[in-house]
């Protein structure tokens, strides 16, 4: 599909996809199948690192296995790098704790719900899994401009010191909190007031994990809404960081870095498991975009994805499973696009925006929710409280990081019910 590959001459392709973390990876592995050509224009090259805890729900694992299931199969057998994770444990801002299992069976499973990786090597595992006859990568490459005219899209960008100029009816913004499509496409984009903000560590000899791999959600009260987390790795070593609103960050001028060596040094459920524990390099910071409500995710000639399109659940602080998913169906929406030859606003907002709040917009709502309710550390007392006693309400908590059609039956009144009477 591409005209030439070489310097200042125009280069024609069906789709352009800006970013190759895991929503522009997914985007490109979709049309690949769909037997599309496309272009990746990445900042970095790989294997790069991206500020995150790490940790890969049941979203992640359902999108995978779409892909291809083998790759599952791949991540799980490599226990050197991906740790296979079994359950959450809450801890309340009171320091009472709750162990959620992920199997609700007790049947063993063919996976486990989720896994832990180090974002270096598992965005690396999906760069990898790009290659494809269909997909032109290019790596350290530098976009200059994206201008839309004449029922296309054009980039310029800089590679290898040269210029090229990239066309096509169709951009996948892939590239992230920052991302650049959305800025050149979104007035009035408030993305950086609504979000959150994150902090990671990784630390060795930090003692006292669940047998069965936890990942560990500490809620405290200082840090509400937010939690203190600390994630398990294949290689002993963990994912330890805190989150919490950019806004209530910015109000309180809150030094977050100071409040996560705080809780490390000093809170009764956290510090002795640090006793010899060590920094194994710098604590990092990154932002989380989270969506407040429902927002146009494309127009005309461009669509949004993962962190760009703001889909990072507002209550987990879950992101990587969503950029998957609206990855998967970006590129769903690119072949029916390019089917009928129409990209305005209209026909992609059918096609893409449409079908993704269909299948996530109740979720995003109710992490929404879920986050304004777990300002109040009282409440989350109480859920705990309750949860430790009523099969039900501990079921869907675990659903909420495990399981996308558990999530429905937060809707029903009988969902409730149950739990008032401990069931
Ligand atoms: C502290 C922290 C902890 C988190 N913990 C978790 C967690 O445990 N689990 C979870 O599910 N989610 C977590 N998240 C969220 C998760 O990291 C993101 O939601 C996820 O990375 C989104 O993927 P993405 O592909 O949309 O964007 P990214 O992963 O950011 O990838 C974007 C890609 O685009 C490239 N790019 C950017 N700009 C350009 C440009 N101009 N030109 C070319 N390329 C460009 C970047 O180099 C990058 O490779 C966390 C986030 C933070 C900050």
């Known amino acids: 599909m591409e005209s030439s590959a070489e310097n200042n001459k125009i280069i024609q392709t069906q789709v352009i996809i800006i970013g190759a973390g895991p929503a522009g990876a997914m985007s490109s592995v979709f049309l690949s199948k769909a037997g599309i050509h496309h272009i990746i224009i990445e900042k970095e090259i790989f294997p790069r690192d991206k500020i995150c805890g790490d940790a890969c729900s049941g979203k992640s694992v359902f999108v995978l296995k779409k892909a291809n299931p083998k790759w599952l199969d791949e991540i799980f057998i490599n226990k050197a790098e991906n740790l296979a994770c079994n359950g959450l444990l809450f801890v309340s801002p009171n320091g009472k704790k709750l162990s959620l299992p992920f199997s609700k069976t007790g049947q063993p499973q063919q996976h486990a719900a989720g896994f832990v990786t180090p974002r270096l090597v598992f965005d690396n595992f999906l760069f990898n899994k790009i290659t494809s006859p269909y997909a032109t990568i ?4 530098t976009v200059k401009k994206i201008t839309r005219e004449n029922k296309a899209v054009t980039v310029e960008i800089e590679y290898q010191g040269g210029t090229r100029t990239i066309t096509s009816p169709l951009i996948i913004g892939a590239d992230g909190d920052k991302s650049m499509v959305r800025k050149t496409f979104v007035n009035n984009d408030m993305v950086s007031k609504t979000g959150c903000v994150g902090l ?18 500490h809620f405290l009260k200082e840090l509400l809404p937010g939690y203190f987390w600390i994630f398990p790795l294949s290689n002993g070593n963990a994912n330890v960081g805190v989150g919490m609103l950019s806004e209530v960050v910015r109000a309180k001028k809150i030094n977050l870095r100071e409040l996560m060596l705080h809780a490390i040094q000093n809170n009764p459920n956290i510090r002795e498991r640090f006793a010899n524990a060590t920094l194994v390099d710098k604590i990092q910071g990154w932002g989380l975009p989270m969506m407040n409500k429902p927002i146009p995710l494309s127009g005309d000639h461009y669509l949004l994805t993962g962190d760009a399109a703001r889909l990072i659940d507002p209550f987990s602080g879950e992101g990587i499973g969503n950029a998957l998913y609206s990855g998967m169906l970006a590129a769903q929406a ?3 696009l390019l089917k009928e030859n129409k990209f305005s606003a209209d026909e992609i907002k059918v096609k893409y925006d449409d079908v993704l709040y269909r299948n996530i917009g109740d979720e995003l709502k109710m992490g929404k929710l879920l986050q304004k309710l777990s300002r109040q550390g009282w409440l989350f007392n109480l859920v705990v409280n309750k949860a430790n006693k009523s099969q039900t309400l501990n079921t869907a908590l675990t659903s909420m990081f495990s399981d996308l059609d558990l999530k429905k039956q937060l ?12 069931k």
């Open 200 to 217: 990671r560590g990784y630390y060795k000899n930090v003692s006292g994990f669940h047998e069965n791999n936890f990942i560990e959600l």
């Open 411 to 422: 809707r029903k009144p009988s969902f409730y019910a149950k739990i008032l009477f401990n």
């Open 334 to 336: 690119a072949e029916a």
């Open 138 to 141: 290019y790596q350290k490459a």
